[in-house]
């Protein structure tokens, strides 16, 4: 079973964006989600998590704070990143994947994905005038 990321595009400098992450066969609820990305030429990244049911989210990354967030609707079975003010750095193939949900002294924090099997084909952000 893979995740399907979806809703990238060609967007302006400040511009704005939502990706959806959807799957078949797999019952979305029950997993922590992450987003990750990867830009030309550079290692993949991750980018924000989301719990399961969607009470905890954490950032992998301080560059997206106060731009991007995550939401979820488990009745959809999907997984949401919006983006807000863009910017060239965050052109990238865009993916999700379940992960695990660490926490130490109250404090959550997106883990690396636990398995390989899930990563999907992303979906493209690219930010340009």
């Known amino acids: 079973v893979q995740l399907q990321a979806s809703g990238g595009g060609l967007v302006q400098p400040g511009g704005s964006l939502r990706l959806s992450c959807t799957a078949s066969?797999?019952?979305?609820?029950?997993?922590?989600i992450g987003w990750f990305r990867q830009a030309p030429g550079k290692e993949r990244e991750g980018v924000i998590c989301?719990?399961?049911?969607?009470?905890?989210?954490?950032y992998y990354t301080d560059s997206v704070k106060g731009r991007f967030t995550i939401s979820r609707d488990n009745v959809k079975n999907t997984v949401y990143l919006e983006m807000n003010n863009l910017k060239p750095e965050d052109t990238a193939v865009y993916y999700c994947?379940?992960?695990?949900?660490?926490?130490?002294?109250?404090?959550?924090?997106?883990?690396?994905?636990?398995?390989?099997?899930?990563w999907g084909q992303g979906t493209q952000v690219t930010v340009s005038s």
């Open positions: 994947t379940p992960v695990p949900l660490g926490v130490s002294s109250g404090v959550y924090s997106c883990e690396k994905p636990f398995s390989e099997d899930y």
């Open positions: 066969g797999l019952s979305l609820d029950h997993y922590t």
């Open positions: 989301i719990s399961s049911r969607g009470e905890h989210t954490a």
